[in-house]
């Protein structure tokens, strides 16, 4: 029995030493969260300060290199999606003629509501000969 109370002091002692750094771990954390700062210095709150911002710009430029990197896998899909399309529209050529009978609706829409494409251009061409007029006007009054 004498032969095992060396090794038992001894784990026993490996057993505090952890207890303790995993107090002074858990500590740290909390003081970097922000928590039980009193008992610190200036100096050591500086040190902490630069820290958290080493600590803070690796994390962003963690988060950028992330971002770009699924900006491009977004921007490669696009591509291909681009490229899936293309080919699928050119697999099925009644495509088109549907989209002709879509444009004649459209069309027929306007008609019916009676905002046909000539009667917003005769307001338009009106509306611009009126400006015209008055700035003529405007020019022959400065003449004269």
């Given at each position: 029995?004498?032969?095992?109370?060396?090794?038992?002091?001894?784990?026993?002692?490996?057993?505090?030493?952890?207890?303790?750094?995993?107090?002074?771990?858990?500590?740290?954390?909390?003081?970097?969260?922000?928590?039980?700062?009193?008992?610190?210095?200036?100096?050591?709150?500086?040190?902490?300060?630069k820290n958290l911002e080493a600590g803070l710009q690796r994390v962003l430029?963690?988060?950028?290199?992330?971002?770009?990197?699924?900006?491009?896998?977004?921007?490669?899909?696009?591509?291909?999606?681009?490229?899936?399309?293309?080919?699928?529209?050119?697999?099925?050529?009644?495509?088109?003629?549907?989209?002709?009978?879509?444009?004649?609706?459209?069309?027929?829409?306007?008609?019916?509501?009676?905002?046909?494409?000539?009667?917003?251009?005769?307001?338009?061409?009106?509306?611009?000969?009126?400006?015209?007029?008055?700035?003529s006007d405007n020019i022959s009054l400065k003449l004269g």
């Amino acid at each position: 029995m004498h032969a095992h109370a060396p090794s038992f002091q001894l784990e026993h002692s490996k057993c505090s030493s952890l207890n303790e750094q995993l107090a002074e771990a858990s500590l740290q954390l909390r003081q970097m969260r922000g928590e039980e700062l009193e008992g610190l210095s200036v100096e050591e709150l500086q040190q902490m300060e630069k820290n958290l911002e080493a600590g803070l710009q690796r994390v962003l430029c963690t988060k950028d290199r992330q971002f770009m990197q699924e900006i491009s896998e977004l921007q490669q899909k696009g591509i291909q999606l681009a490229e899936e399309n293309m080919r699928l529209r050119n697999q099925m050529p009644q495509v088109p003629s549907a989209g002709m009978l879509a444009v004649a609706d459209t069309e027929n829409v306007l008609t019916e509501e009676g905002q046909s494409s000539e009667s917003v251009m005769t307001a338009l061409n009106s509306g611009s000969s009126q400006d015209n007029d008055d700035s003529s006007d405007n020019i022959s009054l400065k003449l004269g």
